[in-house]
């Protein structure tokens, strides 16, 4: 199999609209939760989420693009030009742009589009319906219009595995360059469903936080934990064969080492309460790797302060490694930035290879004491530490589960100039 590096990566999140800003806010502490502002909450039990702020789709297309586009696509396709432009990918040839490819999901595509076509709809009639309401909703327009404004011709898909959606996506782009599909692949989740019939929809599961204070709506592996929040964004990495990206000089981050994928086959929305599926997805990840528990530093959880959830990974933690779980630090960006849904997993991929390339661990936000049985290391503070290797995890509804692993890339001498594909 050919070996797999990051040379790029872009976030759109709720606290930050670049991964230097995104990754610094992290390191702070920052919490980017608080009372929605897209609608009108007094009916709603779930008040608060992490929106993204500021964010100005014009800054990466012209007004023509922006309106074809719903807001899951334009955070994509805003995360895809800032890791493509520190990848150094431009000016492609007709040849290389068959060889790069695409593969970004959502979860959820456009519940906006959905709502405002469905109202249309009822009291205008069919012929009145939105002309491009089908190609603004689906789920796979995210990866679409990365491949369209890019002109990237190679490969290009969607996976849809509700919150597994980003890491599934990033895995799958791994195996395609392992087998020789593409050279580089640009993968990564998306999602912008902060809206009436998302929350509406999640709180119904009785999914959703209810609580009022942005400090301690989202608690992961807290014992006060009460649901989770609902965040948006983007997260995007290039991925590229590792002789592609020393042959053209670029920049490595960090190398994607191992790719875990297991299903529950237990329940539509609840994980299996041994962890046992996540536990082999963590498990397949590492022996691909050719990894031993003990040389993993640093897990980065799904951790979405829901009650099972945690308690839930916390089993399948201890499952994987054994007695080497408590050598780990466990962590939760979801305790900042919310549940991204389809969009998590590759906001969760940046900090991973983020805090490979600085040896720095963020502290779960929040977190304060835990229940009796979850007496893992969750980084209640942000520590240095030596990241050699490091762990991603998402668990889907439907009983996805989805292992990334990444490690320090220290073979060959790298030159510091990038250039072109």
Sequence with gaps: MRRVVVTGMGAISPIGNSVDAYWDSLKAKKVGIAPITRFDTTEYKAKLAAEVKDFDPLSVMDVKESRRMELFSQYAVAAAAEALSQAGI?????????????????GIGSLQVMEQAHTKLMEKGPGRMPTLFVPLLISNMAAGNVGIHFGLKGKNINVVTACATGTHSIGEAYRSI????????????????????????????????KETDPLRASLPFDKDRSGFVMGEGAGVLVLEELSHALERGAVILAEIAGYGATSDAYHITSPVET???????????????????????????????????????????KAAFG?????????????????????????????????????YIHATAGFREAEEEMDLNYTPEGISREVNACLTNSLGFGGHNATLLFKKFADAKQIRTPGRV
Excluded: W
């Design 323 to 359: 007695e080497a779980a408590y050598q780990l630090n466990v962590n939760s960006t979801k305790s900042m930035i919310g549940h991204a849904l389809g969009a998590a997993g590759g906001l969760e991929a940046v900090v991973c290879v983020k805090s490979i390339m600085e040896n």
């Design 90 to 106: 431009h000016d492609l040839t007709e040849e290389e742009s068959y060889r790069v490819g695409v593969s970004i999901g959502s």
């Design 275 to 317: 962890g046992e599926g996540a536990a082999r997805a963590m498990k397949l990840a590492m022996n691909e790797a050719g990894l031993a528990a003990d040389e993993i530093q640093y897990v980065n959880a799904h951790g979405t302060a829901t009650h099972l959830n945690d308690l839930c990974e916390t089993r399948a933690i």
């Design 178 to 209: 392992q087998v020789g599909d593409a050279d580089v692949m640009v993968a990564g989740g998306t999602e912008a469903a902060i809206c009436p019939m998302g929350v509406a929809g999640f709180t119904a599961l009785t999914a959703l936080s």
